[in-house]
């Protein structure tokens, strides 16, 4: 069935470095990857996003690589920084319902903590 | 300000009881969505809504329902037959039609008494 593999579940860094968070997916009809930030007790928040027919894009420190032939994407932050201590989450999206619903299949989360 | 609000924060439950989650957005958004989520998981998919009084289940229904008597609203019920009710639920909504992110809500986290 459809599934999305995340890792590390947990990852710990020091202030200043770079993180790192890969995803795969099973589904090769998914077109959409989003990820998500949540903080505790909060809802996730979208912090960036990908298209099947992109292969990287980049929002600052935050970049998202995407390898459709392998089913593999991942998120890369840059200069970490304490507040950048969260759960992450990335999902897979495709159209499930007739009149054109997407349904996401989220991973199970990393949980980042960005040491100062 | 354009978002989803859930209520309330925080809902306990005794047993045999039925309780129902709200959740309201103003974004104008045609598609609903409920998830529940629990430690170590992910989100996973309990109902979802493309437009008003159709709604389909999603991965984990059973024990739960929904209404969507207006666009703005998505309310989620979870009824006594929910045996492990436990757990944090969000609720989130999207365009649709279009390959457009969601937005979620802040959740609403669910205890038994």
């Known amino acids: 069935g459809e599934n999305v593999e995340q890792h590390p579940s947990t990852l710990s860094v020091q202030e200043g470095d770079s993180a790192v968070i890969k995803c795969t997916y099973s589904d090769s009809a998914s077109n959409y990857f989003p990820w998500y930030k949540q903080e505790l007790g909060k809802g996730p928040q979208l912090i960036i996003d990908i298209r099947s027919n992109v292969g990287e894009k980049k929002d600052q420190r935050i970049a998202v690589t995407l390898n459709k032939t392998a089913k593999h994407f991942s998120l890369h932050i840059t200069e970490t920084q304490p507040e950048d201590s969260a759960v992450y989450f990335c999902?897979?999206?495709?159209?499930?319902?007739?009149?054109?619903?997407?349904?996401?299949?989220f991973g199970t989360g990393t949980r980042l903590k960005v040491l100062a | 300000d354009g978002g989803i609000t859930q209520s309330p924060k925080y809902l306990f439950r005794k047993e045999g009881q039925n309780v129902t989650l709200s959740c309201e957005q103003n974004?104008?958004?045609?598609?609903m969505y409920w998830y529940r989520q629990d430690p170590g998981q992910g989100l996973r998919l309990i109902y979802y809504?493309?437009?008003?009084?159709?709604?389909q289940k999603g991965d984990i229904a059973e024990g739960y329902s929904v209404s969507r008597e207006k666009k703005e609203s998505f309310p989620l019920t979870v009824t006594s037959a929910q045996k492990n009710p436990t757990a944090f639920y969000l609720c989130a909504s999207g365009p649709g039609q279009k390959n457009q992110p969601q937005h979620f809500g802040d959740g609403t986290r669910l205890s038994i008494l």
């Open positions: 999902a897979a999206s495709r159209v499930v319902h007739r009149s054109g619903t997407y349904k996401y299949i």
């Open positions: 974004l104008n958004h045609d598609a």
């Open positions: 809504s493309q437009i008003v009084n159709d709604f």
